[in-house]
């Protein structure tokens, strides 16, 4: 089975910069395609970013694009989201999943495991 663990969420001020980690398990992580995804209150998940399983096709929603990137470094399983440039609504719970097809598309529910969620907070 496939298991996801974010990590780096918090509590950062307008224009601030924060790095979110995804960390997967799985032995066909080379495999996997990996998106974020956020939700804030009173809103459904949406799509933030996704990068395909050979790490050369990545994709952005169009409020994060120029601010946001994605990368992934398959030997210590994991996926990162750097984060600048942070506006208030940018707060939400942020979500890892996994797209075992590899292709790092953007619908949600091409997506097979998801994990717990960090908290980003940004303060005007």
């Known amino acids: 089975q496939v298991q996801l663990v974010e990590s780096g969420g918090g509590l950062v001020q307008a224009g601030g910069s924060l790095r979110l980690s995804c960390v997967v398990s799985?032995?066909?992580?080379?495999?996997?395609?990996v998106g974020w995804f956020r939700q804030a209150p009173n809103k459904e998940r949406e799509f933030v970013a996704a990068i395909a399983w050979n790490g050369g096709r990545t994709n952005y929603a169009d409020s994060v694009k120029g601010r946001f990137t994605i990368s992934r470094e398959n030997t210590k399983n994991t996926v990162y989201l750097q984060m600048n440039s942070l506006k208030p609504e940018d707060t939400a719970i942020y979500y890892c999943?996994?797209?075992?097809?590899?292709?790092?598309?953007?619908?949600?529910?091409?997506?097979?495991?998801w994990g717990q969620g960090t908290q980003v907070t940004v303060s005007s």
């Open positions: 799985g032995r066909s992580f080379v495999d996997f395609g």
């Open positions: 999943a996994v797209d075992r097809l590899g292709l790092g598309v953007s619908q949600k529910n091409r997506y097979d495991y």
